[in-house]
């Protein structure tokens, strides 16, 4: 295994109001300017109570959302992070989007950003990882097909916290992308480790997350600071459920699961 440390312009692509932060908030600390997109961060059309938000302590869908936008933006400028969130729903509120307008919003995000550095989820458990995850290497295998310039230099995928402690998801996860023709390879990225300034910075960013971290309790959070597992993505091609390179592949239903 060998040591990275890659530098400029730096995107991570985000399921969720949180993920950026709990899977690469040393990463992003060392990465201040970086911009994080927020794929599934839009209020339902029509109101609704999730047993999430009640959870974590809202009435309804809309003061939810408001109040979570609200806290990432927060969290980020504390790791001295932008933020873009994309007009999408997660599972809890809505049917998974339109696979043609997602893969456009990401390849307008990537033309935009024009990043050096890619962070993207491994696609853990959670139906919207999964959806994420599977869009990103569709879009990334189109880019380097078509030589285009909008293609990041590195692309890295982070495990997916809080799902990467459950048994046999990675190894599942890892053996999925080999069969359709995706190399990964474990890797190290240069993060706050070891810099005690730059150390405070992720815990600091987390705590941004309130409502969050109160759905999560106190067992939900305890992995929430352990080291970052990132997988170098050398060759992406597009998941099929019937394992061969061709559409995203479904994941399993999470409406009733935690959205991060």
Not at 84 to 98: E, I, K, N, R
Not at 145 to 170: F, H, K
Request: glycine content about 6%; overall charge neutral; aromatic content about 4%.
């Amino acid at each position: 295994m060998r040591r990275t440390a890659t530098e400029g312009r730096l995107l991570v692509v985000s399921p969720h109001l949180d993920d950026a932060v709990l899977s690469c908030g040393h990463v992003l600390a060392r990465h201040p300017g970086a911009t994080v997109c927020t794929v599934l961060s839009a209020p339902p059309e029509r109101n609704m109570a999730t047993d999430w938000d009640r959870a974590s302590g809202f009435a309804d869908a809309f003061e939810a959302m408001r109040a979570r936008r609200q806290e990432d933006r927060q969290a980020l400028a504390r790791l001295g992070a932008c933020a873009l969130h994309l007009p999408f729903c997660d599972a809890q509120y809505a049917s998974p989007p339109d696979r043609e307008r997602l893969h456009t919003a990401l390849r307008h995000t990537l033309a935009a950003v024009r990043p050096d550095l890619l962070l993207m989820p491994l696609g853990l458990f959670h139906s919207d990882h999964t959806l994420v995850a599977d869009a990103m290497l569709a879009c990334l295998a189109a880019l380097r097909q078509q030589a285009s310039g909008d293609a990041p230099a590195a692309v890295y995928a982070y495990e997916d916290v809080p799902y990467r402690m459950m048994d046999g998801l990675v190894e599942a996860r890892l053996a999925l992308l080999a069969a359709n023709r995706c190399r990964v390879e474990r890797a190290e990225l240069a993060s706050a480790n070891g810099d005690p300034r730059l150390g405070r910075l992720k815990p600091a960013a987390i705590a941004a997350y309130r409502s969050q971290l109160h759905a999560f309790g106190p067992d939900g959070q305890a992995n929430l600071h352990a080291a970052e597992r990132y997988w170098r993505v050398r060759e992406a091609a597009a998941i099929a459920a019937n394992g061969e390179p061709g559409a995203a592949r479904p994941a399993p239903d999470a409406r009733t699961t935690q959205p991060s």
